[in-house]
């Protein structure tokens, strides 16, 4: 893919949020580097210090914790337009308490994140763009989804699943869906099954 065309799916996304002056964005694509990487390939490790986040051109990303016996809960998952990163391990500089990795061949960029930050203290648009990235994609819906796992049976959970991510349906294995809502497998097979019934022909 040539560069030209993800450079400009990346500021179409930014201004999507708000306009990105010339400036801001010739100083931004200056701290990000183009990545291709294989399905099942580890894009941030846990346990390690991450220097940088990343915008998915194409392909799709999971985010996961992993715990004390081995099981993975996949926390979220970041496709076309999405900011994959470990936001806390960054701001904190500390190591990473999630793992990212890749569940389909994906085109990405990576941010320099000191850059970035140098970028955002000195730019109003980007600190605009930063405030109503936030408040979309960490307040709003993260306080929505907390909501729903808590109040909410797993049915329900699954069919606000399937409102919100319509596209990732037919592009996750059943049991990366079943990991994100916090049931098993054969919980969410009798779930599906049940919803197809339901279903008008």
């Known amino acids: 893919m ?39 390939q580890v894009l941030y490790p846990a346990g390690d210090i991450p220097s940088t986040f990343a915008w998915v051109f194409s392909g799709l990303v999971r985010g996961y914790v992993c715990d004390d016996k081995g099981n993975e809960y996949n926390k979220r998952f970041f496709d076309e337009g999405k900011f994959p990163g470990a936001m806390s391990a960054l701001l904190t500089n500390t190591p990473s308490k999630l793992g990212f990795d890749t569940l389909e061949e994906t085109i990405l960029l990576e941010i320099d994140f000191l850059a970035y930050r140098r970028l955002l203290l000195k730019s109003d648009d980007l600190k605009l763009f930063q405030i109503y990235y936030l408040e979309k994609n960490w307040l709003l819906d993260k306080d929505e989804r907390e909501i729903t796992l808590v109040q909410q049976d797993a049915s329900v959970r699954y069919q606000l699943f399937l409102d919100e991510f319509p596209n990732l349906v037919e592009r996750l294995p059943q049991y990366h869906v079943a990991s994100h809502l916090g049931i098993t497998p054969t919980q969410l097979s009798r779930i599906r099954k049940k919803l197809s019934i339901h279903q008008p022909m």
């Open 2 to 40: 040539h560069d030209t065309t993800i450079y400009k799916a990346f500021k179409h996304s930014l201004d999507a949020y708000t306009p990105i002056s010339d400036i801001t964005w010739q100083a931004l694509k200056a701290a990000t580097q183009q990545k291709r990487l294989a399905k099942h």
